[in-house]
């Protein structure tokens, strides 16, 4: 059974790499216009550390991705987690809704923490772990900007890649 790895779409980056390319040149032409008036270098700062920012957003969504390995699943964020297929009791889909701007669970999810789902999450996958802890996984992931044609089909993955797996789930019952 090979690998199977799941990344954010383009989409998730051309947001903050448009507003930072933007932020950049403004900067340059906030600095460039020093000969004219010196206080715009000054504020030529600003949209330089907004750029910063922008474009470390994507640095970061760059490397945040789930992989499905023999062993289990390879959560990778700031550092990379593997969680054993055995330490895993269930693999939920979160899919959230709104009313009157309030984030609201389906009635079969739950909200995975007090923050809530994020601005702009629609669904997502969580792995309930054997000790009862949730973890939500990075990808797939579907927001209001960013769908995923393929976001059942990978969740469908995640779970028949669990139930091979892990003795005494549907996918391999026990005594078989």
Not at 85 to 95: C, F, P
């Amino acid at each position: 059974m090979e690998d199977a790895e799941f990344r954010l779409g383009r989409g998730y980056f051309a947001r903050p790499l448009a507003q930072g390319s933007l932020a950049l040149v403004l900067a340059a032409v906030l600095y460039v216009a020093d000969s004219h008036m010196p206080a715009l270098q000054v504020l030529a700062i600003f949209p330089l550390a907004f750029a910063a920012g922008s474009l470390a957003v994507c640095a970061w969504r760059g490397h945040l991705r789930t992989r499905l390995t023999p062993q289990g699943i390879e959560i990778r964020r700031l550092h990379r987690k593997l969680v054993p297929w055995q330490a895993i009791r269930n693999i939920e889909t979160i899919s959230y809704g709104r009313v009157d701007d309030v984030p609201v669970a389906s009635n079969r999810a739950r909200i995975v923490s007090a923050r809530g789902p994020g601005p702009n999450t629609v669904a997502a996958v969580q792995i309930v772990r054997t000790s009862g802890n949730r973890v939500r996984l990075p990808a797939p992931l579907v927001t209001r900007t960013q769908d995923d044609p393929q976001f059942t089909r990978k969740v469908e993955l995640i779970k028949v890649r669990w139930q091979q797996a892990v003795p005494g789930t549907a996918g391999h019952p026990l005594g078989g």
